[in-house]
C-alpha cells in the first residue's frame, strides 16, 4: 500500500508563495510519475502538474503556467510544489497522486484516472 502526505498549505495573502510537499510511503517512488491536483469548493478536482517518473519533464495547466514549479527529490521519496504569485481563484484543497503506470512521462498524466494513489490533500487559501 502506497501512502502520500502533503503538507505546506496555508493562508496567505494574494501575491505569496506557498511550496508543498508530499512525501511517498513506497520505496519504488522514483518509478512513477507524480501529479498535483486541486478541488475548490464546489467543483470538479482539476489537473495542476506533473512530473515525470526521472523528473525529466513537466507538464502544467495553463492556469497556473509560468507562476507554479513541481519537482522532485527521489531520494527523499519527496514532490514539491512551488506556487508563486497566488491569486485568490487558486484557493482550494491540493492533492498529490500517483501515476498508475511506472516509467511514464507528465505529459499523458493530466486525467484523474491515470493515478492511483492519492493523498488526503492540503488546504491552500488565497486572501484578496
Known amino acids: 500500500q502506497v501512502q502520500l502526505e502533503e503538507s505546506g498549505g496555508g493562508l496567505v495573502q494574494a501575491g505569496g508563495s506557498l511550496r508543498l510537499s508530499c512525501a511517498a510511503s513506497?520505496?519504488?517512488?522514483?518509478?512513477?510519475?507524480m501529479g498535483w491536483f486541486r478541488q475548490a469548493p464546489g467543483k470538479e478536482r482539476q489537473f495542476v502538474a506533473a512530473?515525470?517518473?526521472?523528473?525529466?519533464?513537466?507538464n502544467y495547466a495553463d492556469s497556473v503556467k509560468g507562476r507554479f514549479t513541481t519537482s522532485r527529490d527521489n531520494a527523499k521519496n519527496t514532490v514539491y510544489l512551488q506556487m508563486n504569485s497566488l491569486q485568490p481563484e487558486d484557493t482550494a484543497v491540493y492533492y498529490c497522486?500517483?501515476?498508475?503506470?511506472?516509467?511514464?512521462?507528465?505529459?499523458?498524466?493530466?486525467?484523474?484516472?491515470?493515478?492511483?494513489?492519492w493523498g488526503q490533500g492540503t488546504q491552500v487559501t488565497v486572501s484578496s
Open positions: 497522486a500517483r501515476r498508475n503506470r511506472a516509467y511514464s512521462d507528465s505529459y499523458s498524466a493530466t486525467s484523474l484516472r491515470e493515478y492511483d494513489y
Open positions: 513506497a520505496p519504488t517512488f522514483s518509478y512513477y510519475a
Open positions: 512530473i515525470s517518473w526521472n523528473g525529466g519533464d513537466t
